[in-house]
């Protein structure tokens, strides 16, 4: 009996990455919407006279440390496909999805990096 993995990794690359590059896009874009948002509750919460209301800092955090986990998660998820289609666009640099799937998969990073600043700034609230 193969395992799900073994049958992942003897795909070829530009299969698995039909298969998954307009749901990855659709994460992005998602989860870049999302984070925005609790950025923008973050300065409302800031710039509020007489404080952040009961329960903001609270709430941020847990949205932003719930989007984290989610891009680290999707992170890690593609790692295998991104490592072969960053292969793939070295043997053949006229890989156009395959480049695009690389290039989402690395946005990934500043997008992580964005929602853990907004947790951390959060944590000023009162």
């Known amino acids: 009996m193969r395992h799900a993995w073994l049958v992942a990794a003897a795909t070829p ?4 990455i039909d298969r998954s590059l307009s749901a990855v896009g659709v994460l992005l874009v998602l989860v870049t919407l999302f984070t925005q948002a609790q950025e923008a509750a973050l300065e409302h919460q800031l710039e509020r006279e007489g404080g952040a209301q009961p329960g903001a ?10 989007l ?3 891009t680290v998660l999707a992170f890690l998820a593609m790692t ?4 072969a ?14 480049a695009l799937f690389g290039l989402i998969w690395l946005l990934l990073l500043p997008l992580v990096v964005w929602q853990i600043s907004i ?4 944590r000023r609230l009162g």
């Open 85 to 98: 289609a960053v292969a793939e666009v070295l043997r053949d640099p006229g890989q156009g999805p395959t």
């Open 13 to 16: 690359v530009e299969t698995r």
């Open 80 to 83: 295998g496909t991104a490592l």
């Open 119 to 122: 947790a951390r700034r959060a």
């Open 57 to 66: 800092r609270q709430r941020l955090l847990i949205y932003c440390s719930a």
């Open 68 to 70: 984290a986990l989610v």
